[in-house]
T-cell receptor, first 113, second 114 residues
Framework: AQSVTQPDIHITVSEGASLELRCNYS??????LFWYVQSPGQGLQLLLK????DTLVQGIKGFEAEFKRSQSSFNLRKPSVHWSDAAEYFC???????????WGLGTSLAVNP | DAGVIQSPRHEVTEMGQEVTLRCKPI?????LFWYRQTMMRGLELLIY????????DSGMPEDRFSAKMPNASFSTLKIQPSEPRDSAVYFC????????????FGQGTRLTVV
């Protein structure tokens, strides 16, 4: 069965520090992968997506993610975190012939000044 | 485009009352999704439509929930009768309906059933 796991429920980093949010997926073929961000009281906004080609994907707000087939991972990174990055981050995959996204439970990011 | 528009943004209702949530997808999008978000369960897909037709409603919790999409620019999610456990944020999202296209989310409706 397809699934998405975000192992870290909550992460706290200091402003200016680097960030890596983990995402692991279960799917037999190459999935379509997405990272979304949800700021407090807001809807979800797409950060980046991976379908094929270059395994390092650049997104908005300075984020990037790397697809690693051997590890079934799609981790999100940012070299220097800003206080405004505090939010909930969701990893999702689209697998198979349907149009549904399979979602991780999210990682809550807190940023210390 | 104004994005996905949901109304109302907030709804407080008494247990037993009917609640209707509304969604206007992005023009040209042919897939529409209704999600529910709670602290306990996270983000749950309730139902999704393709070309105004319900494709998968397996996430609809029970018969009290119903969703319609009478045309390409409007959808409703109705709860009748509402219960306190229905309190959540309900999101509508739309997409072009292809594997490699993302879903665009509305800002959600925060429902409180007292």
């Amino acid at each position: 069965a397809q699934s998405v796991t975000q192992p870290d429920i909550h992460i706290t980093v200091s402003e200016g520090a680097s960030l890596e949010l983990r995402c692991n997926y279960s799917y037999g073929a190459t999935p379509y992968l997405f990272w979304y961000v949800q700021s407090p009281g807001q809807g979800l906004q797409l950060l980046l997506k991976y379908f094929s080609g270059d395994t390092l994907v650049q997104g908005i707000k300075g984020f990037e993610a790397e697809f690693k087939r051997s590890q079934s991972s799609f981790n999100l990174r940012k070299p220097s975190v800003h206080w405004s990055d505090a939010a909930e981050y969701f990893c999702a995959l689209n697998a198979g012939n349907n149009r549904k996204l399979i979602w991780g439970l999210g990682t809550s990011l807190a940023v210390n000044p | 485009d104004a994005g996905v528009i949901q109304s109302p943004r907030h709804e407080v209702t008494e247990m037993g009352q009917e609640v209707t949530l509304r969604c206007k997808p992005i023009s040209g999008h042919n897939s529409l999704f209704w999600y529910r978000q709670t602290m306990m369960r996270g983000l749950e897909l309730l139902i999704y439509f393709n070309n105004n037709v319900p494709i998968d409603d397996s996430g609809m919790p029970e018969d009290r929930f119903s969703a319609k999409m009478p045309n390409a620019s409007f959808s409703t999610l109705k709860i009748q009768p509402s219960e306190p456990r229905d309190s959540a944020v309900y999101f509508c999202a739309s997409s072009l309906g292809k594997m490699n296209t993302e879903a665009f989310f509305g800002q959600g409706t925060r429902l409180t059933v007292v």
